[in-house]
């Protein structure tokens, strides 16, 4: 153990390791992992994600990079903060709600757990609030089981576990894909065939870490499949969509990578897409003056957790979405492939 480096956040506790040569080429989580004896893998993937892991004092930012003999690694833990997220009096509109379950309209703009850069005013603070005194416990908490994820400025429809059983049930519901659940994603373009699927291989892009890709290595299989809701023109289609896997951004990296950006998307829209010239004033700026990304989980049907009952739930798109589909020309292709 030594003091932080200067390439390093500030943290409680720095740990220093020299790698030998039967450690050459090893991952580097991996490696840290097991010389420091006292953090799990997982954990040390998500500090080097973070940026609190340097070799040779230079920022490591590849969990996954093979460790290099004679290279020194420092790793800073940062402090510890307070576990228990506290209950935040935030409005939620409740769909449904038993002792099991809740289901919700995430509105856009509301992360869904606290993690760093947003310790409050999350969904989990707003679900403490709503139904702390009624939650039975999940892991010896009382906490709300977060079954899947919506990104912050994604909105629609989200189930959340209030038992253990519930939580354990819905999560294999979520992983076997044995559900209904539907999006709506305004896109740039109008993608041809009118419905199709989409499948490529998804995983972290080799350049930014902070963006996900279509990849021919280490990536998760992913499939997409869309048609065609509306279409003005060329310029734009409102896009009903479905996943047969759940990556995170699929729906947003697959429609980019087939050429067709989801409108206001702050990460994988890179340019001013050429499609925004085949629209006229005032709809043009209104798509590309869109703060976040046009996606909306529409439906979500899955059978109760505990009583097996078939629920199906809808919701319209929130008034930001619905007030920019309002401001394109009225005269548009309604979508027919099934």
Not at 6 to 16: I, K, Q
Not at 138 to 159: A, N, Q, Y
Request: hydrophobic residues 40%; proline residues 8%.
């Amino acid at each position: 153990m030594s003091a932080p480096t200067d390439h390093l956040p500030s943290a409680a506790e720095t740990f220093t390791v020299t790698a030998g040569p039967d450690s050459a080429g090893t991952r580097a989580d991996r490696f840290l992992a097991e010389a420091i004896g006292s953090l799990s893998r997982s954990r040390v993937k998500a500090l080097i994600i973070a940026g609190a892991v340097t070799r040779d004092g230079q920022p490591l930012r590849d969990a996954s990079e093979g460790v290099r003999a004679g290279s020194t690694y420092a790793l800073a833990v940062p402090a510890a903060v307070e576990a228990a997220p506290l209950p935040q009096d935030i409005p939620l509109t409740i769909l449904f709600e038993d002792r099991d379950l809740i289901v919700l309209d995430k509105p856009a703009g509301l992360v869904v757990h606290p993690a760093p850069g947003n310790q409050d005013g999350t969904l989990v603070n707003a679900l403490l609030a709503h139904a702390g005194d009624d939650l039975p416990g999940i892991g010896g908490e009382k906490r709300p089981g977060i079954v899947h994820r919506l990104d912050k400025d994604t909105s629609g429809v989200m189930v959340v576990a209030k038992t253990e059983r519930a939580l354990r049930t819905l999560s294999e519901t979520f992983a076997n894909r044995d559900l209904d659940r539907e999006y709506l994603a305004l896109v740039w373009g109008v993608p041809q065939p009118p419905a199709d699927e989409i499948e490529g291989d998804i995983g972290r892009h080799p350049m930014d870490r902070k963006r996900m890709a279509v990849v021919t290595r280490n990536g998760k299989h992913a499939l997409t499949r869309y048609r065609t809701e509306r279409a003005w023109g060329a310029a734009c289609a409102l896009l009903r969509c479905r996943l047969a896997t759940g990556r995170t951004h699929q729906i947003r990296v697959h429609l980019a990578e087939r050429g067709h950006p989801l409108v206001g998307d702050p990460v994988y829209l890179r340019r001013t897409p050429a499609a925004a010239k085949l629209l006229a004033e005032p709809a043009r700026s209104a798509l590309l003056a869109f703060p976040r990304q046009a996606l909306h989980a529409a439906s979500l049907g899955f059978r109760h957790p505990v009583t097996g009952e078939a629920l199906q739930f809808s919701v319209p798109p929130p008034p930001d979405l619905a007030g920019l589909l309002e401001q394109l020309p009225a005269s548009s292709t309604a979508g027919n492939a099934r």
